[in-house]
């Protein structure tokens, strides 16, 4: 039953050993005693002290106990159900090399998962274990603890790049040479591009023992990829691939601009057995420039996405010929060749015939190149519109031929020598001349220059210090065939032989496709053609935006390097796929290459023992131990809280009480009542026994809630009906008693509202009266309650809360008026301000004054007896307390904290122990309305003490 329970730390389970012994401890140990509250209200009830002290914990609390230690001695185990072994029972070191590129990505959680499975199998067989991730950055294999190697692991991530697995072979077999009964397992992601001999070097280092090499991978490859989008004759055109068939046929492909945006979808589909296909998408010119990125919806990956930047954009090319146009023979004409190699990459416009300006017509088309083949001098207003056209951004391509050698214009990138040179001239060359291999520099870098091109004429530039810098192909002998410099934010390219085959082969052979594309490729970018260049002589574009493993967008690593402007690779480690150089010039790096072909991974010799990579049955006990154990804890708490007696108003759970306390409780009730009656309404019996003059009436029955009010002490507080207000009263007792529960022995409820029309007030020792100007004043019936409250013994804090707005003229404000006519019918004593030998101040804490949110006002209390000369005392009290007190200080905001305990407002004064000083006003308020004047005779014994010994 128990054969697939294993244990992370079994040597722990010795603990379970104990569990007698906390039995034991725990039989003798005694719950909490109870607890008898004793309010104000209820002194006359549950006088007589109980103890209860069982001799024994119950038995049903010692086994919960119990129940909970074993939990935890189980947890601290680390128990799993079925937990995996790995390939091999080796004592060597255990090595997971995991294929972290962009095609982990789809599955990254179960590979991970199943790496912490090797990793915690390894723990329980005292194993160290070494993470490689084959996507990283070859480094030194290390043995780690497994608690350290499971950190590792989790800070592996998926690359978004192909893996190059070759590259940490040599620090795979020195550790091996190290350790050599070590175990690998590898979990693979079953891709390769190209040849891949990682398996095959693998079985040579494990000749012999192949067992000890597990390989976990998929069993087909599921990742699907973009190798290719670019711009076509028909829009754009994505090639999608996948290593092999494995069933997931259809999908959706998702454009998207820059910021996001969802532009347009397209499906696709793989035919059937094909690991090839491909989508087009059909769109306005506007919008196809517009995307920039490429997805496949659903697929996690670097892989699945494609970017697009400025060289893959549809350009407006417009086309202008310095010849005559000879409709009969097309292969003649000067732009034929030209527009044959754009046509797949943009959309051509040639001017319109017969117009005598076609550069003005075409620039007001809206064109981003202009391409004059065999064009001459140029008029005034033409040149300037071309200048302005080129130095706004614009790029200007143009064609030598028998015109431009004649012609005299500076819109060309270098200085021209006028006659040209041709085969059998002056300045000629015994055979045609080929073409030299571009240059690093050139944006034609990388491109083939095949032998069948040759030069038989062309336009020489004038030697000057610039002219090498902005050559960007030149013959085998030195001399310039395509020149470029920058002009303004624009770019002038100069073909120094002519856009048909007169002059060269170079418009018959494909790489001029390849030069024309690149060339319109740089419409629009604000980069010069001799722009700053890096260590090896290449324009440099840093990184902009880069794509994590999972496709998302990131800011580039600090270990992300800058590319060439003529990078023709796929993303590395040091160069991640993204956006690389300004956003207006941005060069977008792919994760694969337009020819990229993924292909099965050959394990080779360990074909035949490749496991599928799946999530284990293993099973982790230790959560659901851990929250058995917390359950327990809960429970054990709340047995505790019931046995002590804290618990005890929990309906059914409540220990019923004795019915000699109960008739007490409603005895106490019933006085009370009878008490705040007005003295008109009973009549006692004389002594005579005669009958009373009128029928007594029964009492009100006495409601839960009543009893609830009387068995607990509390604050409260007036509702005024302004919810501003009364939330700043509730808030301000609720802060005044945390400050007493903190301080002292009395342990309040929570503050209440009451309403004083219909609420019974004698529940409450002390009430808090904000006074609003403009409220209704308390109807006849609620004032004659009020003033039976303070003539019982309760004590009415009037708060106008308007120190801040008292006048130095004496004038009384709104909230003073509106307490004056509410005490007009009140029998009120004499006021006077605090004294400083007030019981008041000595009731708690020693006070000098009495500060709430302000400290200006003055607090007025009940007036004393005038004191005797013969018999000074520390402080005075007269023979109760006082039944109002009155301020203006708002001592209600200076209490008032929030849910955490955070004050409220802020106090207005200049003493910074202000709050401070009102919280201690609030606490000598209370114990001087819970008390009385018990204090002033506290203080006076020492005096009374030496008038005994006298």
Same mark, same amino acid.
């Given at each position: 039953? =128990?054969?697939?329970?294993?244990?992370?730390?079994?040597?722990?389970?010795?603990?379970?050993?104990?569990?007698?012994?906390?039995?034991?401890?725990?039989?003798?140990?005694?719950?909490?005693?109870?607890?008898?509250?004793?309010?104000?209200?209820?002194?006359?009830?549950?006088?007589?002290?109980?103890?209860?002290?069982?001799?024994?914990?119950?038995?049903?609390?010692?086994?919960?106990?119990?129940?909970?230690?074993?939990?935890?001695?189980?947890?601290?185990?680390?128990?799993?159900?079925?937990?995996?072994?790995?390939?091999?029972?080796?004592?060597?070191?255990?090595?997971?090399?995991?294929?972290?590129?962009?095609?982990?990505?789809?599955?990254?959680?179960?590979?991970?998962?199943?790496?912490?499975?090797?990793?915690?199998?390894?723990?329980?067989?005292?194993?160290?274990?070494?993470?490689?991730?084959?996507?990283?950055?070859?480094?030194?294999?290390?043995?780690?603890?497994?608690?350290?190697?499971?950190?590792?692991?989790?800070?592996?991530?998926?690359?978004?790049?192909?893996?190059?697995?070759?590259?940490?072979?040599?620090?795979?077999?020195?550790?091996?040479?190290?350790?050599?009964?070590?175990?690998?397992?590898?979990?693979?992601?079953?891709?390769?591009?190209?040849?891949?001999?990682?398996?095959?070097?693998?079985?040579?280092?494990?000749?012999?023992?192949?067992?000890?090499?597990?390989?976990?991978?998929?069993?087909?490859?599921?990742?699907?990829?973009?190798?290719?989008?670019?711009?076509?004759?028909?829009?754009?055109?994505?090639?999608?691939?996948?290593?092999?068939?494995?069933?997931?046929?259809?999908?959706?492909?998702?454009?998207?601009?820059?910021?996001?945006?969802?532009?347009?979808?397209?499906?696709?589909?793989?035919?059937?057995?094909?690991?090839?296909?491909?989508?087009?998408?059909?769109?306005?010119?506007?919008?196809?420039?517009?995307?920039?990125?490429?997805?496949?919806?659903?697929?996690?990956?670097?892989?699945?996405?494609?970017?697009?930047?400025?060289?893959?954009?549809?350009?407006?090319?417009?086309?202008?010929?310095?010849?005559?146009?000879?409709?009969?023979?097309?292969?003649?004409?000067?732009?034929?060749?030209?527009?044959?190699?754009?046509?797949?990459?943009?959309?051509?416009?040639?001017?319109?015939?017969?117009?005598?300006?076609?550069?003005?017509?075409?620039?007001?088309?809206?064109?981003?190149?202009?391409?004059?083949?065999?064009?001459?001098?140029?008029?005034?207003?033409?040149?300037?519109?071309?200048?302005? =056209?080129?130095?706004?951004?614009?790029?200007?391509?143009?064609?030598?031929?028998?015109?431009?050698?004649?012609?005299?214009?500076?819109?060309?990138?270098?200085?021209?020598?006028?006659?040209?040179?041709?085969?059998?001239?002056?300045?000629?060359?015994?055979?045609?001349?080929?073409?030299?291999?571009?240059?690093?520099?050139?944006?034609?870098?990388?491109?083939?220059?095949?032998?069948?091109?040759?030069?038989?004429?062309?336009?020489?530039?004038?030697?000057?210090?610039?002219?090498?810098?902005?050559?960007?192909?030149?013959?085998?002998?030195?001399?310039?065939?395509?020149?470029?410099?920058?002009?303004?934010?624009?770019?002038?390219?100069? =073909?120094?032989?002519?856009?048909?085959?007169?002059?060269?082969?170079?418009?018959?052979?494909?790489?001029?496709?390849?030069?024309?594309?690149?060339?319109?490729?740089?419409?629009?970018?604000?980069?010069?053609?001799?722009?700053?260049?890096?260590?090896?002589?290449?324009?440099?574009?840093?990184?902009?935006?880069?794509?994590?493993?999972?496709?998302?967008?990131?800011?580039?690593?600090?270990?992300?390097?800058?590319?060439?402007?003529?990078?023709?690779?796929?993303?590395?480690?040091?160069?991640?796929?993204?956006?690389?150089?300004?956003?207006?010039?941005?060069?977008?790096?792919?994760?694969?290459?337009?020819?990229?072909?993924?292909?099965?991974?050959?394990?080779?010799?360990?074909?035949?023992?490749?496991?599928?990579?799946?999530?284990?049955?293993?099973?982790?006990?230790?959560?659901?131990?851990?929250?058995?154990?917390?359950?327990?804890?809960?429970?054990?708490?709340?047995?505790?809280?019931?046995?002590?007696?804290?618990?005890?108003?929990?309906?059914?759970?409540?220990?019923?009480?004795?019915?000699?306390?109960?008739?007490?409780?409603?005895?106490?009730?019933?006085?009370?009542?009878?008490?705040?009656?007005?003295?008109?309404?009973?009549?006692?019996?004389?002594?005579?026994?005669?009958?009373?003059?009128?029928?007594?009436?029964?009492?009100?029955?006495?409601?839960?809630?009543?009893?609830?009010?009387?068995?607990?002490?509390?604050?409260?507080?007036?509702?005024?009906?302004?919810?501003?207000?009364?939330?700043?009263?509730?808030?301000?007792?609720?802060?005044?008693?945390?400050?007493?529960?903190?301080?002292?022995?009395?342990?309040?409820?929570?503050?209440?509202?009451?309403?004083?029309?219909?609420?019974?007030?004698?529940?409450?020792?002390?009430?808090?009266?904000?006074?609003?100007?403009?409220?209704?004043?308390?109807?006849?019936?609620?004032?004659?309650?009020?003033?039976?409250?303070?003539?019982?013994?309760?004590?009415?804090?009037?708060?106008?809360?308007?120190?801040?707005?008292?006048?130095?003229?004496?004038?009384?404000?709104?909230?003073?008026?509106?307490?004056?006519?509410?005490?007009?019918?009140?029998?009120?004593?004499?006021?006077?301000?605090?004294?400083?030998?007030?019981?008041?101040?000595?009731?708690?804490?020693?006070?000098?004054?009495?500060?709430?949110?302000?400290?200006?006002?003055?607090?007025?209390?009940?007036?004393?007896?005038?004191?005797?000369?013969?018999?000074?005392?520390?402080?005075?009290?007269?023979?109760?307390?006082?039944?109002?007190?009155?301020?203006?200080?708002?001592?209600?905001?200076?209490?008032?904290?929030?849910?955490?305990?955070?004050?409220?407002?802020?106090?207005?004064?200049?003493?910074?122990?202000?709050?401070?000083?009102?919280?201690?006003?609030?606490?000598?308020?209370?114990?001087?309305?819970?008390?009385?004047?018990?204090?002033?005779?506290?203080?006076?014994?020492?005096?009374?003490?030496?008038?005994?010994?006298?």
């Amino acid at each position: 039953m =128990f054969a697939g329970l294993g244990f992370g730390a079994p040597l722990v389970l010795i603990a379970l050993a104990a569990l007698p012994a906390i039995w034991l401890i725990l039989r003798i140990t005694p719950p909490q005693p109870r607890r008898i509250p004793f309010p104000p209200l209820r002194v006359i009830a549950d006088l007589m002290p109980r103890r209860e002290t069982p001799a024994r914990t119950p038995w049903w609390l010692l086994a919960l106990r119990l129940a909970l230690a074993a939990a935890l001695i189980l947890a601290v185990a680390g128990p799993v159900w079925n937990p995996i072994t790995g390939g091999v029972s080796a004592p060597g070191p255990l090595v997971i090399a995991i294929d972290n590129g962009f095609a982990a990505a789809r599955d990254w959680d179960e590979r991970t998962a199943l790496a912490e499975e090797r990793i915690m199998s390894a723990e329980r067989q005292n194993r160290p274990v070494a993470i490689v991730g084959l996507a990283d950055r070859p480094d030194t294999v290390e043995a780690l603890a497994p608690g350290a190697a499971m950190d590792r692991l989790r800070a592996l991530a998926p690359q978004p790049h192909v893996p190059d697995r070759a590259s940490h072979l040599a620090t795979l077999g020195a550790f091996l040479s190290q350790h050599g009964e070590a175990e690998i397992a590898w979990i693979s992601d079953g891709i390769a591009f190209g040849a891949d001999g990682f398996a095959d070097s693998l079985g040579e280092a494990f000749a012999g023992r192949t067992g000890a090499v597990t390989i976990y991978r998929n069993p087909v490859a599921e990742p699907l990829m973009i190798a290719d989008a670019h711009n076509g004759p028909s829009g754009i055109e994505v090639r999608l691939v996948r290593a092999d068939p494995n069933g997931r046929d259809t999908g959706t492909l998702r454009a998207l601009d820059t910021k996001g945006l969802l532009l347009a979808e397209m499906p696709f589909s793989f035919s059937a057995g094909a690991s090839e296909t491909t989508a087009r998408f059909d769109l306005p010119v506007e919008l196809d420039n517009a995307v920039a990125r490429l997805e496949i919806a659903g697929e996690t990956s670097a892989g699945a996405v494609g970017l697009i930047d400025e060289s893959g954009k549809r350009r407006r090319v417009g086309l202008v010929s310095g010849g005559t146009v000879d409709t009969a023979q097309p292969l003649l004409s000067p732009t034929y060749y030209v527009s044959r190699a754009l046509a797949p990459y943009a959309e051509l416009r040639e001017a319109r015939r017969g117009i005598p300006d076609p550069v003005g017509d075409l620039v007001d088309q809206g064109v981003n190149v202009l391409v004059l083949a065999d064009v001459g001098s140029l008029d005034s207003e033409t040149e300037t519109k071309l200048a302005r =056209f080129v130095e706004e951004g614009g790029l200007l391509i143009r064609f030598a031929g028998t015109r431009l050698a004649a012609g005299n214009d500076e819109l060309v990138p270098v200085r021209l020598r006028r006659g040209g040179r041709s085969l059998g001239g002056s300045l000629s060359w015994d055979a045609p001349k080929t073409f030299a291999p571009f240059p690093e520099t050139s944006p034609f870098a990388g491109l083939p220059v095949p032998d069948e091109i040759t030069v038989s004429r062309q336009i020489l530039a004038e030697p000057d210090g610039e002219l090498s810098r902005r050559t960007w192909a030149a013959l085998a002998d030195g001399t310039p065939v395509v020149t470029a410099a920058k002009r303004g934010e624009g770019l002038i390219v100069l =073909f120094h032989v002519t856009a048909d085959p007169g002059w060269s082969s170079l418009p018959l052979s494909g790489v001029f496709v390849d030069m024309m594309r690149r060339t319109i490729a740089l419409a629009g970018r604000s980069v010069a053609a001799n722009a700053g260049e890096g260590k090896n002589g290449a324009d440099m574009a840093a990184p902009q935006r880069t794509l994590d493993g999972f496709g998302i967008w990131r800011s580039p690593p600090a270990t992300a390097k800058p590319i060439p402007r003529n990078h023709t690779g796929r993303a590395t480690l040091d160069h991640p796929p993204g956006f690389y150089g300004p956003s207006e010039a941005s060069i977008a790096l792919n994760t694969l290459l337009p020819d990229d072909r993924p292909m099965a991974l050959d394990y080779g010799p360990f074909a035949g023992s490749l496991v599928p990579i799946a999530r284990a049955a293993t099973v982790d006990l230790r959560p659901f131990l851990l929250l058995i154990a917390a359950l327990l804890l809960i429970a054990d708490t709340i047995a505790s809280l019931l046995l002590g007696g804290h618990l005890g108003g929990l309906g059914g759970l409540r220990r019923r009480p004795r019915p000699r306390g109960a008739t007490a409780a409603i005895l106490a009730l019933a006085t009370l009542a009878a008490i705040a009656l007005p003295a008109g309404q009973v009549r006692a019996q004389g002594a005579t026994g005669e009958a009373p003059q009128e029928t007594a009436r029964e009492l009100p029955p006495i409601s839960a809630e009543e009893v609830e009010r009387a068995a607990i002490t509390r604050l409260a507080y007036v509702v005024t009906g302004n919810p501003d207000i009364d939330g700043t009263s509730r808030a301000g007792l609720d802060g005044l008693t945390r400050a007493l529960v903190m301080r002292t022995a009395l342990e309040p409820g929570e503050p209440v509202g009451v309403d004083v029309e219909r609420d019974e007030l004698a529940f409450y020792p002390l009430l808090y009266w904000p006074v609003v100007a403009g409220n209704a004043l308390p109807s006849p019936a609620a004032l004659r309650r009020l003033d039976a409250y303070m003539k019982g013994g309760g004590t009415v804090i009037f708060d106008t809360r308007d120190a801040m707005a008292l006048r130095f003229d004496g004038a009384v404000t709104p909230e003073g008026q509106q307490l004056r006519r509410m005490l007009a019918t009140l029998d009120i004593p004499e006021l006077e301000p605090v004294p400083r030998d007030h019981v008041l101040s000595r009731a708690f804490y020693i006070l000098d004054y009495f500060p709430g949110r302000y400290a200006t006002g003055e607090t007025w209390v009940e007036a004393l007896p005038p004191e005797d000369e013969a018999s000074r005392r520390p402080a005075r009290a007269g023979d109760g307390v006082s039944p109002l007190i009155i301020t203006s200080n708002d001592l209600a905001a200076a209490w008032a904290v929030g849910g955490r305990g955070e004050p409220l407002f802020p106090v207005v004064g200049p003493d910074p122990r202000q709050r401070e000083i009102a919280y201690r006003v609030g606490i000598n308020i209370t114990m001087y309305a819970l008390t009385g004047n018990y204090k002033a005779d506290q203080v006076h014994v020492p005096a009374l003490l030496e008038r005994l010994g006298q």
